[in-house]
């Protein structure tokens, strides 16, 4: 399996619901990754999750909580958005070693979020 | 963080090879370069990347300058399928935090 999948596909949710977005590989990876793209924009990073541990946070707003509860799995839990949050959700993950500048992002296809 | 400049957009016609440029005058030496390419389908995609010599790969060639201060992605005969937004990224090393930051990149146009 070489792939990265990421469920749903589309997202719409009103400005007081709970979703969560979730990422999966397996690919023995140990690096995985959340970017947020905005249309006509390039991808930005928002966490990085290292050997199931939170290793980088990009001062994202607490409406957003990542979670990786195993090596395989990556979620991103969405509480209270706005609708300036809508935007493309990308999910990536690299080999093992945590990621090192050697290292290739292997990303999924997105979830597109609407915000209503 | 290092920044890296590409123009904008770029065209070519099919099966003519493309130089994709990169300029990265901030670039320290332990910076690696990489290349990844958004297709129209959403997500990005890797296309190759080096620290000093060139690089080739099924996709690719990356041409470094010798004072690493720039660089060209080179593909060598474009296909329909090669439109796409390409980006010159620099990737620092940080013991396992390491991060992607996506510039604006080329957006490559092919013309049949």
């Known amino acids: 399996d070489t792939e990265v999948t990421q469920t749903p596909k589309h997202l719409v949710m009103g400005m007081t619901n709970k979703k969560s977005l979730k990422c999966e590989q397996h690919?023995?990876?140990?690096?995985m990754y959340w970017y947020k793209q905005k249309a006509k924009k390039p991808p930005e990073l928002m966490f990085v999750?290292?050997?199931?541990?939170?290793?980088i946070n990009e001062s994202v707003p607490s409406r957003f909580s990542p979670e990786c509860p195993n090596s395989s799995l990556l979620n991103l839990h969405l509480h209270a958005l706005q609708p300036e949050d809508s935007a493309l959700y990308l999910c990536?993950?690299?080999?093992?070693?945590?990621?090192?500048?050697?290292?290739?992002?292997?990303f999924g296809p997105g979830t597109r979020l609407t915000v209503l | 963080d290092a920044k890296t400049t590409q123009p904008n957009s770029m065209e070519s016609n099919e099966e003519e090879p493309v130089h994709l440029p990169c300029n990265h005058s901030?670039?320290?030496?332990?910076?690696?370069i990489h290349w990844y390419r958004q297709l129209p389908s959403p997500g990005p995609e890797y296309v190759i990347h080096?620290?000093?010599s060139n690089v080739n790969n099924r996709m690719a060639s990356l041409a470094i300058a010798e004072d690493r201060k720039s660089s060209t992605l080179i593909l060598h005969r474009a296909t329909l399928r090669d439109a796409a937004v390409y980006y010159c990224?620099?990737?620092?090393?940080?013991?396992?935090?390491?991060?992607?930051?996506f510039g604006t990149g080329t957006r490559l146009t092919i013309i049949p």
């Open positions: 990536a993950s690299s080999p093992p070693g945590g990621g090192t500048s050697t290292d290739t992002q292997y």
């Open positions: 690919m023995g990876h140990r690096a």
């Open positions: 999750y290292s050997y199931e541990k939170l290793s």
């Open positions: 901030t670039i320290s030496g332990t910076d690696y």
């Open positions: 080096g620290l000093t």
């Open positions: 990224i620099l990737l620092i090393s940080n013991f396992g935090n390491e991060k992607l930051t």
